[in-house]
Structures are given as C-alpha cells and as structure tokens.
C-alpha cells in the first residue's frame, strides 16, 4: 500500500512546538532518520521510506500539521505531481475531450487547480519525484490513455484560463469594457457573446466601476472570444444570479458545440449539471492529496460525489452521504415568536427604485433571499441595518444587526486571528466549538488576512457575522467560493447559532441547492435589474420558489436516487408540464 507523509507547510510551526514530531517519533528514538530536522528552516522533514505509519507524530502534534496517509495500492505509481517533499500529492488527471464539457466537483484543497495548471502546461508535472518529468516519462506513464496524445503535444496545445476569483481583475487589465473585448476577439463571437451574457449595458463602462458579478461575465465573455483548444473555467458562476448563471453555462456549452474541449471546476451542483457531458469527482484530504477520478457521465458523477462512494473503484471518500428532502415543504412553522415587522418602504436612488412590501420575521427562521443581481437585495439589507435611510416609510427597530457584506475587506494588516479578535473582542467559549471548528477557521489563525483564498476569506468573514451577538444575521452570497460540503456546513453552523441565540437569518445566495438547503421561508425579488425591484414575502418555500423560477424561466425536477434540484431543459416535456401545472420546484 502507498503511503505518504504530508506536512502542512502553514500550520506547521517549528518555533512555537517543541518538536513532539520528531522527539516522539520511535523511528528516530530507535537512532534511524525517519525524521530529520532540516537546519536551514528548522523544519521536519518525514522519510517515507522509513516511516511505519503508526501515526504518532500526527497525534503529538499541537498544530495538526502531519498527516500519515494510507493510500489504495491502485494508485501506485500514479502520482502526476507533487509539490516538493511531504507535500501536497495529486493522483491522475481529468481528460480534457474536443467537443465536451467536462467538469470537476469535489472540495476545495484536493488538487482541481492543480490539475488544470498541469493540463494548461504552465506547471509541468514532476510525477512524485523531484524534478519535472520528460516527455518520455510522460509519454510512459499516459501509455494507452487519451493523455498521451494531449501530453505528446502539450507545447502546441492552445489553452484559455478564466481564473477562480475576478475581483483581481481590474488591477491586471486596463480601460473599458468594450475596447477589452475587441482585443480579444479572436474567433468574431464577441457580439453574440456581449447579447448572451447581458453586457450590452456595461460595454462603455471602465472594468475599475465593475461590480462581481459584472467582472465574472467579462471573464467568461473574454475567455471564450480568445482563440483555443482547450478552455478552463474555474468557478464561473461565482457572484451571478440564477438567470446569469445558466446564461453562463449556455454560453460554456456553446464552446463545446462549435468542437472545442472545456474542462469546469464549479460548486453549484445545478449549474455543473446544467453544464457538463461528464464529470470527473476529484477527493482526498484538502491540502494533503487528492486523486481525480476516471470521467462518469454527468447524472451519476453528481450523485457518485453526493454518496461519498465510488463503486468502480471500491473507494468511500465520505463517511455520510449528502441527502436532499424532497419536502413537499411543510407550512412554515412559525413556532418562533415575531422578530421583526417591517412596513411598506420605499428607497430611490437617481436611476434605482426600491419598494419594499410589509413583511415579518421569526425567531429561529433561515429566510433565503433570491432574486436577480442589481435588484436592491443589498440596499434592502442595509435598510435594516441601518446603514441606509428609506425614502419613505419608518423603520423602528432596536435589534441588534450582524452583516456580512458580498465582498469582504481584505485590508486588514495582520493575522486572521488578530481580525477576529480586533471586530469581536473577547471570545465567546463556544465560538471555537461552534463556529470555528465547524467552518473550519482554526488552521487559518496564524495567516495574514490578505494572502487568504476566496473561500478562505469567506469562512473567516461569515465566522465575523455569526460570532457577534445579534437578533438577526444578514449574510450577503456566503457560499461564494465554497465547496459543496463547506456550503452544508456553514447552514448548518448558521441555523444553531441563530437557534441558541434566539435570532434569524436572511441568507441572500443563488445556488439553487444551497437556498433549498437552508431556507425556512423565501424574500423573493423581482423586478429590473438596475432599474426597479419590489419584495415578495418573506413566504412559505413552495409559493417563492414557484415566484422566483417563473421570473428566471427554469423548472427544476428532483433526482430519484439523491433529491437533489435538476434544471430541466427548456421546452422538454417535463419543463412544459411543469409550467403549465404552475409547478417549478417542488413536485
Ligand atoms: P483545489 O483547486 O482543489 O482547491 P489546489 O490545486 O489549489 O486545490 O491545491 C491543492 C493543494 O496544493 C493545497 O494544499 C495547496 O496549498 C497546495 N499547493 C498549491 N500550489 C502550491 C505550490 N506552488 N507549492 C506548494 N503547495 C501548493
Ligand atoms: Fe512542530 Fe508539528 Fe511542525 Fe513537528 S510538524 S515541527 S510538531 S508544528
Ligand atoms: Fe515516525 Fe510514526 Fe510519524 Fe512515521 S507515522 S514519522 S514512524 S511517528
């Protein structure tokens, strides 16, 4: 069996432990060099040829930094890269197919940017060992896969990247919309990209005024104007609503229409489903290893990584599986006591409309937030904050208000601990059982708060809401770069502080999955983006999703085999009995 030693480079700290890794370690007590600590960095460094595995360093450890990995002997030998010794191992490869979209989903940390770093030839792959592999060795190891043609001629292959986060953007390119767009337009399609991703407005706009989700469809738009063979998106749907979203994924799939090869790393289950011809489940442990596993067509790939077991392969990569209810939902309890009720409002801005129809919230409710991007969402949040006046109306309300914000401050200079600790104070006891662990903060402490990952940033920012005291939390699109099970667990997190702390929550997101997830009651939006919106409920689950989906055009059936929301394709037999049955969600 293949074994591997990991040390995590960031939480191991040489200079706060007393070295239990290599002082308890029976190898070295035994007088071999199991472990040996390297003199210029003080660092540890683990033989695993000597190691036996018996996982003691692992426990003495106060920072968790050691993992002893056991891995199945079919993966012998099937290492594609690994960052330097005892560091991070990926095991196989997605195949990149002319013609087909081809996704990745499993959790952040496992390798999947690694993987197409490697496949769009800017880190070349040293198969385990120290030094990058020949095209001889790579040609040896591809033998008999679709690989090896790829690797064959991987120089001349042509590769377009669209970037995890785009908030990045504007500091790499310069000036307006439209003149970007012209200069990459390679293959004449930038017109009837601009129509498909609704960027007729924004074309004489500077890409520095450009909000998220803006940026997000400049990207995509631009990737697929270049030229290529391959292209690579990682995370497209990040800061776009529903309808964009599956604009977005129209627009991916077009790619593979006209004979390109597409490869997607994507969070929203529906929208990679929406999207892909296979999917590859990658798994392992974040930041440890992880193995890409051979391509599954897309229905049972998604529900392959919801059941946390690859039968093929015999490998259980999840303890649970993920299950949805198919609740035909039940009357919202309103067992709660009233929080809140809010009156008619109304806010104007020069070329924006709000208006807000009364409505109330309940102690331990989840309310989601849907509707499209640019539809006063954000300004009705921060109306009950308090941060902005209504133009008419009144709000009175003495509640306590936590908010996270859709794209949270990185200027802090200093740790992740140290920004807690400056917006909390002291900490409450069960803030570390209760949030931290769970979102899984504590391995951040010691990082500087602006070197963090999108998702990094995430956790620690919703982990800042949710650990002030307040009767209502506002958590503005937390599942922004987060992975599936990260999603579930930050509900999860959310609904039992709300529920010991006798408060609510209003969730904004756009991942369908995520708002079914997580939501008692729906505030639906409807409206014209940029132009007027108007609020609907808070109302029972059944009546806003049926309200939201008939406004985006989508009807979604359930999976037999998980539950889990599948978009139906437009026009088919089911969306059209479905529409007419008024029926968009919940069956
Ligand atoms: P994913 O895309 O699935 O989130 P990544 O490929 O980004 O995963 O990262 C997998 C692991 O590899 C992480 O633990 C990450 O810290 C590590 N890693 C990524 N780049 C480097 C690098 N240049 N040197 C060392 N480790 C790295
Ligand atoms: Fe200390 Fe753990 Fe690093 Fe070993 S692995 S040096 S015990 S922090
Ligand atoms: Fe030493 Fe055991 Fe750790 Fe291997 S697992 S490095 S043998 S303590």
Redesign the pocket.
Known sequence: MPRIAVI???SCQPKRCSLECYHYCPGVRTGEETIVIEESTNRPVISEELCTGCGICTHKCPFHAISIINLPSELEGRCIHR??SN??A?YELPVPRAGSVVGLV????????????ILSGRLRPNLGSGEAATPKQLNEFFKGSELQSYFSDIERVKVIYKPQSVNGLPKIVKGKVNDLLLNVDERGAVEDLVSALGLGDILTRDVKFLSGGELQRLAIAAASARDADVYYFDEPSSHLDVFQRLNAARAIRKLAKDGKAVVV?EHDLAMLDYMCDYVHV?YGQ???Y?VVSSPRGVRTGINVFLDGYLREENVRFRRESIKFEVRPPSKFRAAGKLLLTYPKLKKSFRDFRLEVTPGTLHVGEIVGVVGPNAIGKTTFVRMLAGELKPTSGKLETKLIISYKPQYPKTEFDGTVEEWLRSVLGEFDPAFEPEVLQPLGVMPLFERNLTELSGGELQRVAIAACIGRSADLYLLDEPSAYLDVEQRLQMARVIRKVIEKRDAAALVVDHDVLSVDFISDRLLVFTGEPSRSGTTHGPMEMRDGMNLFLREVGVTFRRDPQTGRPRANKPGSALDREQQERGEYFYL
């Not at 499993?106 to 770093?117: D, R």
Request: hydrophobic share 30%; aromatic share 8%.
């Open positions: 995590n480079r960031n960052y330097g560091g991070f990926l499993g959790p952040n940390g496992v390798g999947k940017s690694t993987a197409l770093e790393v990658v974040p930041g440890a992880g």
